[in-house]
């Protein structure tokens, strides 16, 4: 079905929403990689030293971003962006806000990876701050100005591409704020917060845009018969308060990281311990 057409039902429930619409683009990696996680759990919990690393609420919520993953994009609002900004865009927010970090914090700990070769060289550059940074703000910024989105929405890219830009970008902050490989991310607390509260500016940048606008940006959705009965304007403002309020919980985040790193400073090289006067023995008995 293309993201083009218009659907038959204008008023779906969530129960419609959520019908099995298979997208194999999505379905397959994501079988893999969930296989995969689940088969090496498995085999880690045999042992105590694997249960200490690899606890089961870490597997609990892996497997939730899974699930999530799974009804984000293999459902039928997959196939309803050119009726609905706003279910589109909580689409995109649920694959940039909520999975990412459930399957980030699903990485069990102690994980042995070394910088300088292999895989681990590979993450510690993919894991760059700057690198992660840049290649999220473009996600955000190109496909949220109305060329690109509307590019995106003509040519069809944007049931598939975005969300699996969104979702990759995404994993890339997540990974830096949260950082589950501290063998290859040598961040401290203070540069994630910091990071956190510039990967979180061109969100709301965008969201303060698509809410006080007084039209509609996008030329696809001018004059879009739009679910639920709202306007294309409306949508466009739906959609707006929807990044603000997913983006909230990671500033948040940072804004913590940011008060532990002040903290630290403080404790470690603050004001100076004022000086106790040196203790004086008591004369001893005369000899």
């Given at each position: 079905?293309?993201?083009l057409?218009?659907?038959?039902?204008?008023?779906?429930?969530?129960?419609?929403?959520?019908?099995?619409?298979?997208?194999?683009?999505?379905?397959?990696?994501?079988?893999?990689?969930?296989?995969?996680?689940?088969?090496?759990?498995?085999?880690?919990?045999?042992?105590?030293?694997?249960?200490?690393r690899?606890?089961?609420?870490?597997?609990?919520?892996?497997?939730?971003?899974t699930?999530?993953?799974?009804?984000?994009?293999?459902?039928?609002?997959?196939?309803?962006?050119?009726?609905?900004?706003?279910l589109?865009?909580?689409?995109?927010?649920?694959?940039?806000?909520?999975?990412?970090?459930l399957?980030?914090l699903?990485?069990?700990?102690?994980?042995?990876?070394s910088?300088r070769?292999?895989?681990?060289?590979?993450?510690?550059?993919?894991?760059?701050p700057?690198?992660?940074?840049?290649v999220?703000?473009?996600?955000i910024?190109?496909?949220?100005?109305?060329?690109?989105?509307n590019?995106?929405?003509?040519?069809?890219?944007?049931?598939?591409?975005?969300?699996?830009?969104?979702?990759?970008?995404?994993?890339?902050?997540?990974?830096?704020?949260?950082?589950?490989?501290?063998?290859?991310q040598?961040?401290?607390?203070?540069?994630?917060?910091?990071?956190?509260?510039?990967?979180?500016?061109?969100?709301?940048a965008?969201?303060?845009?698509?809410?006080?606008?007084?039209?509609?940006?996008?030329?696809?959705?001018?004059?879009?018969?739009?679910?639920?009965?709202?306007?294309?304007?409306?949508?466009?403002?739906?959609?707006?308060?929807i990044?603000?309020?997913?983006?909230?919980?990671?500033?948040?985040?940072?804004?913590?990281?940011?008060?532990?790193?002040?903290?630290?400073?403080?404790?470690?090289?603050?004001?100076?311990r004022?000086e106790?006067p040196?203790?004086?023995?008591?004369?001893?008995?005369?000899?």
């Amino acid at each position: 079905m293309s993201i083009l057409a218009a659907p038959s039902n204008l008023n779906p429930t969530l129960g419609d929403l959520l019908t099995l619409h298979a997208d194999p683009l999505f379905l397959v990696p994501t079988l893999l990689v969930a296989g995969a996680y689940f088969w090496r759990f498995a085999q880690a919990r045999r042992t105590p030293e694997g249960r200490a690393r690899w606890p089961w609420w870490r597997a609990v919520l892996f497997g939730t971003g899974t699930v999530l993953l799974l009804l984000t994009t293999q459902s039928l609002a997959a196939t309803l962006t050119q009726s609905s900004m706003a279910l589109y865009m909580g689409r995109l927010m649920i694959l940039a806000e909520v999975v990412p970090p459930l399957l980030v914090l699903g990485i069990p700990r102690g994980v042995q990876l070394s910088p300088r070769r292999g895989l681990g060289r590979v993450l510690n550059l993919l894991l760059d701050p700057w690198l992660a940074l840049a290649v999220w703000s473009a996600v955000i910024i190109y496909w949220n100005v109305p060329a690109g989105f509307n590019a995106s929405v003509v040519t069809n890219t944007a049931a598939a591409l975005l969300p699996a830009l969104y979702l990759l970008s995404s994993l890339l902050v997540w990974a830096v704020i949260l950082r589950p490989l501290p063998a290859v991310q040598a961040a401290t607390i203070g540069s994630r917060g910091w990071f956190g509260l510039l990967a979180g500016l061109p969100m709301m940048a965008v969201a303060a845009v698509w809410l006080y606008s007084p039209r509609v940006l996008y030329t696809p959705y001018v004059n879009a018969l739009c679910l639920w009965n709202l306007t294309p304007l409306q949508n466009q403002q739906w959609s707006g308060w929807i990044m603000m309020m997913a983006g909230l919980p990671a500033l948040g985040l940072a804004l913590v990281q940011l008060m532990g790193w002040l903290i630290q400073l403080s404790e470690g090289q603050g004001m100076p311990r004022s000086e106790q006067p040196p203790k004086t023995q008591p004369p001893g008995p005369p000899a």
